[in-house]
């Protein structure tokens, strides 16, 4: 619990400054919908966040790992992307991810699910997600060695993108939580 409060306590002092935070950190969240989510699922981002100060969290192998209910993680060991190699924005309805980098850097593009087009992959239920090509609008996220972004429902967002243009090894977890409705 000790290791939570640290982590949650972080996570306010990040976003004190506005409801929507980029941080000179690259930590990215949406302040309020955290603060509600966390309460709708204590237990759930408790876990979560006690999973992350896993003292061997950087030599588990990649895989997926349960987490708690419908909490669990999956750890990737991949190259990040170039341009002509990119992956399409996805959009989950019902799930948020947390990612975290252990090593490496990954450029993630975020945009609001109204402004992703031309859809190449309906929304699939079982897999809780739908892939769209480009984006009218989005905002880069650079994600280094420690640093985290929590993307919710309002969130669409195309991962695994190289920085610097040049692929890349790439080590992080994803936290996959299920967002909950009032």
Same mark, same amino acid.
């Given at each position: 619990m000790?290791? /939570?409060? /640290?982590? /949650?306590?972080?996570?306010?002092?990040?976003?004190?400054?506005?409801?929507?935070i980029?941080?000179?950190?690259?930590?990215t969240?949406d #302040? #309020?919908? /955290?603060? @509600?989510?966390?309460? !709708?699922?204590? &237990?759930?981002?408790?876990?979560?966040?006690?999973?992350? $100060?896993? *003292?061997?969290?950087?030599?588990?192998?990649?895989? $997926? %790992? @349960?987490?708690?209910?419908?909490? %669990?993680? =999956?750890? $990737?060991?991949?190259?990040?992307r170039?341009e002509?190699? +990119?992956?399409?924005?996805?959009?989950?309805?019902?799930?948020?991810?947390?990612?975290?980098?252990? @090593?490496?850097? @990954? !450029?993630?593009?975020?945009?609001?699910?109204?402004? !992703?087009?031309?859809?190449?992959?309906? %929304?699939?239920? +079982? #897999?809780?997600v739908?892939?769209?090509?480009?984006? &009218?609008?989005?905002? *880069?996220v650079?994600?280094?060695?420690?640093?985290?972004?929590?993307?919710?429902?309002?969130?669409?967002?195309? *991962?695994?993108?190289?920085?610097?243009?040049? *692929?890349a090894a790439i080590?992080?977890?994803i936290?996959? !939580?299920?967002?909950?409705? =009032?």
């Amino acid at each position: 619990m000790k290791h /939570f409060l /640290f982590a /949650f306590t972080a996570l306010l002092t990040l976003c004190s400054c506005s409801p929507r935070i980029y941080d000179a950190a690259n930590a990215t969240f949406d #302040k #309020k919908l /955290f603060a @509600e989510q966390y309460k !709708l699922n204590k &237990a759930e981002w408790d876990a979560a966040f006690e999973f992350l $100060q896993r *003292p061997d969290l950087a030599e588990l192998k990649a895989g $997926q %790992y @349960e987490v708690l209910g419908r909490t %669990y993680a =999956k750890v $990737q060991i991949d190259r990040t992307r170039d341009e002509a190699h +990119k992956m399409n924005y996805e959009v989950h309805r019902n799930g948020i991810d947390l990612f975290l980098i252990l @090593e490496g850097s @990954e !450029l993630i593009n975020v945009s609001r699910p109204e402004n !992703l087009v031309n859809l190449v992959s309906p %929304y699939n239920e +079982k #897999k809780d997600v739908e892939y769209y090509a480009a984006s &009218a609008d989005f905002r *880069p996220v650079v994600l280094t060695k420690g640093k985290y972004v929590v993307l919710f429902p309002t969130d669409g967002h195309q *991962p695994m993108l190289a920085p610097d243009g040049t *692929p890349a090894a790439i080590h992080k977890v994803i936290i996959k !939580l299920p967002y909950v409705r =009032k």
